[in-house]
């Protein structure tokens, strides 16, 4: 069974930093690209940032700079280290992996097969 297990959300105050990870489980997803993916209430699903299976790296417009994702391809990990952390970054956010290893830039949410569940983060302002 294919799982993808994020954590490390939580309540921070506007400027502060926090970590999320990205748990893969269920089958390899060293080739695959991964992403996260947010949701704000009454809002769509929005494309954060993008890791190919070598590294390569794309982000949002509103996080570069702010967010760094990265990977551990022999752990099956992803994460999305985020800093100064505005109150319009709370959302849900949410890992995904695209088969699609090497292709780097691509925001489209229906490029990716496995979702997670979500972990909320909420910033403070």
């Known amino acids: 069974q294919v799982q993808l297990v994020e954590s490390g959300g939580g309540l921070v105050q506007a400027g502060g930093s926090l970590r999320l990870s990205c748990a893969a489980s269920g089958r390899t997803f060293s080739s695959y690209a991964m992403g996260w993916f947010r949701q704000a209430p009454g809002k769509e699903r929005e494309f954060v940032a993008r890791?190919?299976?070598?590294?390569?790296?794309y982000y949002a417009d509103s996080v570069k700079g702010r967010f760094t994702i990265s990977r551990d391809r022999a752990k099956n990990m992803v994460y999305l280290q985020m800093n100064s952390l505005k109150f319009e970054d709370t959302a849900v956010y949410y890992c995904?992996?695209?088969?699609?290893?090497?292709?780097?830039?691509?925001?489209?949410?229906?490029?990716?097969?496995?979702w997670g569940q979500g972990t909320q983060v909420t910033v403070s302002s």
């Open positions: 890791i190919s299976w070598s590294g390569g790296t």
């Open positions: 995904a992996a695209d088969p699609r290893g090497t292709v780097i830039r691509d925001t489209r949410r229906t490029s990716y097969e496995y």
